[in-house]
């Protein structure tokens, strides 16, 4: 990290160095090709593709960008419908060596290429090309996003910089059903599951069959979908991240003792009926279906999550209504909604890569279109018609401030009635909710947003987070270390089996203190050591 330190702050004073002509002599004088690989997801079909039916994942708004603007012509390799199938296939070709020009991978990824020798470093070529807003928005929340991927003192990926608070999770109800069984809003672990009782046994689509899931879970319960770490969470559990244990050592979370609460608390919701039995075999896209059909209330989730999936909820049942609040306790106190690093994606370059500064130059050009607050983020990032259209890009650095300050400004425009000063993406936004309140068709479209900008939108309980020291973040920022690259892979998948199993009593909840011993048995010591080291280092 302090080796790393050093470039950043040889970046920061070069940033005062940049000229606008930086910025002109971005575009090639000759045609340059790049190769990436990538996901799709469900947002696209639904905000995107289903809008534009001519349009292609290599023909669209952003391809004509990179062609025009930089010359750049944009190539998949190969495209795969989900993240999951992804990770999947993307293993696959790193397990041979066969990586693409350019590809998104996780820090541990990053580490295990550089091992291998397979990835280039990045340093030389980010200060040279990177403009200044650039460096600028990329460093603001730190030099942990860089420190994650530099190696004995060398940069070797471009972190997708994010935020934090925004990967925390809500608690999705519908609170039209809340009203319907005069329900109060659930504070309490028990109160939620009395909830999700309640709702399972209404049978309020009238079928007269009992196929209503009291709350949705997906094969995938650590991403931002139909989630469990805001469940977790209720019991001082905090999955695959590393807390402080309160006596200045950092453990992992899914060892604490609130995760074995949690796992014996789902498991009786899982016979109750309450949680989907087929949920370990269900993708993102299975269970959204619940909620789409009026099959399910209660989910734990992202802001956004009201763009995908229950904005389709809405389409289908337009009196139904689902609000995000704060998850629930299982405890004495307030919970703390776990976040992690907001980056979760680094972009590497092959070794033998013949212009790696494409990469670079893309970077630039997204930022500068979509969070450039004199620039176009209502056409490339989020427009009126296209919410989605931005995922088009092959890179998609964010803005980390951007969402919440959106949110404050459209905040402090409601109380005050003067909504003159809202500008940027905050802007584009407003012209969202103000479609929506005009009761349009083409405004109901646009509900997604008001439940998460409006006045009741999800961001008003990331701020009330925020303001109440409400979230445990991820406490090791540094790169992976050596263990991690070793045994981090399989001690998740060990967690993510005898989790299931529990939970769906395949076994008893004593199979969790077995967890615990077989972790740090077999590499969990090792990484432990060197994260504390790294820990103790700070201080």
């Known amino acids: ?88 296939k993307l293993a696959a070709e790193l397990a041979v060596g066969a990586i693409p020009e350019f590809v998104n991978v996780t820090a541990l990824q990053a580490k295990q290429l550089y091992e291998a020798g397979l990835i280039m470093p990045l340093d030389e070529i980010y200060n040279e090309y990177a403009t200044e807003q650039t460096k600028r928005v990329m460093l603001e929340t730190g030099t942990s996003p860089f ?52 709702f399972a046994e209404a049978d309020f689509d009238g079928n007269g069959v009992n196929d209503t899931i009291g709350m949705a879970v997906s094969k995938t319960p650590w991403d931002q979908l139909f989630t469990l770490k805001g469940f977790f969470n209720a019991f001082d559990s905090y999955p695959e991240i590393w807390v402080d244990d309160g006596t200045g050592k950092l453990v992992y979370g899914s060892t604490l003792p609130g995760t074995k609460d949690a796992l014996a608390t789902l498991h009786q919701m899982y016979v109750d009926g309450l949680v989907d039995p087929e949920f370990a075999v269900k993708d993102d896209g299975k269970v959204a279906e619940a909620t ?27 009196e139904g209504q689902w609000q995000a609040f704060p998850i629930v306790t299982a405890t004495d106190h307030k919970a703390k909604a776990q976040t992690d690093v907001g980056t979760t994606a680094w972009t590497v370059v092959r070794k033998d890569c013949e212009h790696p500064e494409a990469v670079v130059k893309m970077y630039n050009l997204f930022i500068d279109k979509c969070w450039d607050p004199n620039n176009e983020n209502g056409v490339y990032y989020a427009p009126l018609d296209s919410e989605s259209i931005w995922k088009l890009s092959p890179v998609t650095p964010t803005k980390p401030d951007k969402n919440l300050k959106a949110f404050l400004d459209l905040e402090a425009a409601r109380q005050s009635g003067d909504f003159s000063q809202v500008t940027g993406e905050g802007y584009s936004i407003l012209q969202k909710l103000q479609a929506f309140e005009s009761g349009s068709e083409e405004g109901f479209a646009l509900w997604g947003w008001e439940r998460i900008y409006g006045a009741e939108g999800a961001y008003g309980v990331l701020n009330y987070y925020q303001e109440n020291n409400l979230t445990q973040d991820m406490m090791f920022v540094g790169a992976p270390t050596e263990s991690m690259t070793l045994y981090m892979s399989y001690l998740k998948d060990l967690q993510n089996e005898t989790f299931v199993k529990i939970i769906t009593g395949e076994e008893t909840i004593d199979a969790f203190d077995q967890f615990v011993e077989n972790f740090y048995a077999n590499g969990g010591d090792a990484i432990t050591e060197e994260v504390n080291a790294w820990y103790a280092s700070l201080k």
């Open 292 to 318: 789409t059909s009026g099959k399910c209330g209660i989910m734990f989730g992202a802001q956004w999550n009201s763009i995908y999936p229950l904005q389709n909820s809405k389409n289908l049942e337009p």
């Open 1 to 88: 990290m302090k080796k790393f330190l050093s470039v950043v702050s040889l970046l920061m004073a070069l940033m005062m160095l940049c000229t606008s002509a930086l910025a002109n002599e971005q575009k090639y004088d000759e045609p340059v090709t790049v190769h990436f690989v990538r996901s799709t997801d469900d947002t696209l079909d639904a905000n995107y593709f289903s809008q534009h039916p001519d349009k292609t994942m290599t023909d669209n708004l952003w391809c004509d960008l990179f062609r025009d603007e930089l010359n750049i012509n944009v190539e998949y390799d190969w495209i795969v419908k989900s993240g999951d199938e992804y990770n999947q």
């Open 147 to 198: 420190d994650a991927v530099t190696f004995d003192g060398q940069l070797y990926a471009l972190p997708v910089v994010d935020a934090t608070l925004m990967i925390a999770d809500l608690m999705w109800i519908r609170t039209d059903w809340l009203e319907k069984l005069n329900l109060p809003v659930p504070t309490t672990m028990d109160e939620l599951i009395a909830t999700a009782k309640a």
